[in-house]
């Protein structure tokens, strides 16, 4: 079993930054695929990025150029830089560990971006 803790959401306004951290409970980052998705309200969860156990990195269209993907196997830690945040970005963000037929989600961490 594997838990996945997200944090760093919060309130922004547009064109503004946050960095989000997903923290895993054992070292899994280099067997296993890590992505984040988003769930916007009315909407459904969508992969934003992720990024293999091989290092290749993969981004939705809506925001390439504007969010890095990254890891840490020593901490055990992925990474989701936003940057140009834009209104329609707000949703809750999710933190994902996928293998073959294994598949664990964290619990989610809100972004908001408002003026």
Not at 5 to 28: H, K, N
Not at 29 to 37: A, D, F, K, P, R
């Amino acid at each position: 079993q594997v838990q996945l803790r997200e944090s760093g959401g919060g309130l922004v306004q547009p064109g503004g930054s946050l960095r989000l951290s997903c923290a895993a409970s054992r070292s899994i980052l280099s067997i296993y695929t890590m992505g984040w998705y988003r769930q916007g309200s009315g909407k459904q969860r969508e992969l934003v990025a992720d990024i293999t156990s091989g290092g290749n990195t993969n981004y939705a269209d809506s925001v390439k150029g504007r969010f890095t993907i990254s890891r840490d196997n020593a901490k055990n830690t992925v990474y989701l830089q936003m940057n140009s945040l834009k209104p329609e970005d707000t949703a809750v963000y999710y933190c994902n560990a996928n293998r073959a037929t294994m598949a664990y989600w964290g619990q989610g961490t809100q972004v908001t971006v408002s003026s």
